[in-house]
């Protein structure tokens, strides 16, 4: 039977959308079964423990199980490594950080590539980081520390948590934009690098706050700057470090991503879901407990975040000829 151009072309139109409606039903129903996040870092970290509430709250809102598993290495990469194999269906999503951004240029060569492999779905926090010194030591100011290090070429010791972690990457971004010379000493975290700093073992430490703001209020360690680009409500006297170096910024940002192609109403969904959590005053307190600040916005917003700090970080790393250990 021949059937009128007409209704063919109904026909046929019909059959082309039952795909894209099929996806949408599909997201409308998602999840339907356990969701898996991957964290790149170890149990008890701020990426560990702000994962894990976001976990929660997904899995109150939408009905199913946001289980957290952590599989460290290689900077996070080797959880980058595991969702970019996983389908694209929604079901394994990964909890990224600025390490990811710094490992873009750190690595030679890396078996997936975040812009092209990674939807950015979701920012989810930015944890400040703060400029710190050995009391014992004579600057109280950032100026006085300038001055003092240029006095004083290479004979400042710069504790970081290890060649390319953030603590180094902040001291190097410092080094460069206040053309000072401090001499970087690598430890295997911050804990250990926190412990020679109180003793005096080494001088300055670019640290994130939520490790160390309790020794500052001990007085222990003595603030010069935080990296944000305005104050601190828990810090509202110590200023920034781009009142005197301008144009200095650093946050460490956490967010959730997932394989490349997951579909859009999948992303949308979850975007929505962790945008909610991010104004709920309740869990903005408990981010803010741990020292981090809630970061909402859109994917795509996100998206263009991930590509500015690959972009400004790898140009750093470069720099100061950074290599991965």
């Known amino acids: 039977m021949k059937l009128p151009r007409r209704n063919f072309l109904h026909i046929a139109a019909g059959a082309a959308a039952l795909p894209a409606l099929a996806r949408i ?38 009905g ?96 970081a948590a ?14 460069m934009m206040a053309g000072v010379d401090l001499v970087p000493v690598q430890y295997r975290g911050s804990g250990p690098a926190l412990t020679d700093l109180i003793s005096g073992q080494v001088q300055v430490m670019f640290d994130q706050l939520p490790g160390s703001i309790e020794h500052i209020r001990a ?8 990296t944000t680009t305005t104050r601190l409500e828990s810090l509202p006297n110590v200023p ?5 170096v301008p144009g200095y910024e650093a946050l460490l940002w956490q967010g959730i991503g997932a394989p490349k192609n997951t579909p859009t109403p999948i992303v949308d ?9 991010l104004i709920d005053p309740k869990f903005m307190t408990r981010l803010a407990d741990l020292g981090a600040a809630a970061f909402p916005g859109s994917s795509a917003d996100f998206s263009e975040l991930v590509a500015e700090e690959i972009e400004k970080w ?12």
Do not use: C
């Open 314 to 325: 790898g140009r750093v790393i470069r720099a100061a000829n950074i290599k991965a250990e």
């Open 64 to 159: 199913q199980q946001f289980v957290v598993e952590n599989r460290t290495g290689a900077g996070g990469n080797l959880a980058a490594e595991a969702v970019v194999r996983s389908p694209a269906d929604g079901y394994t999503l990964l909890y990224f950080s600025s390490s990811h951004a710094f490992s873009a240029t750190l690595y030679e060569k890396l078996n997936y590539n975040l812009i092209r492999d990674i939807a950015a779905v979701a920012s989810v926090t930015l944890v400040p980081s703060v400029m710190e010194v050995n009391p014992l030591i004579a600057p109280k100011t950032i100026p006085e520390f300038i001055a003092y290090a240029k006095a004083n070429p290479g004979m400042i010791n710069m504790a």
């Open 240 to 244: 920034t470090i781009g009142e005197f």
């Open 219 to 226: 007085r222990k360690l003595r603030p010069l700057g935080v």
């Open 162 to 175: 290890g060649a390319g972690s953030a603590t180094h990457i902040y001291g190097e971004l410092f080094k």
């Open 269 to 277: 969904k979850l975007n929505r879901e962790i945008n909610a959590a």
């Open 25 to 62: 039903a599909r997201a409308q129903a998602y999840p339907t079964r356990p969701v898996r996040i991957i964290v790149g870092f170890a149990a008890g970290g701020t990426a560990d423990v702000t994962s894990r509430l976001i976990a929660q709250w997904l899995s109150e809102r939408l």
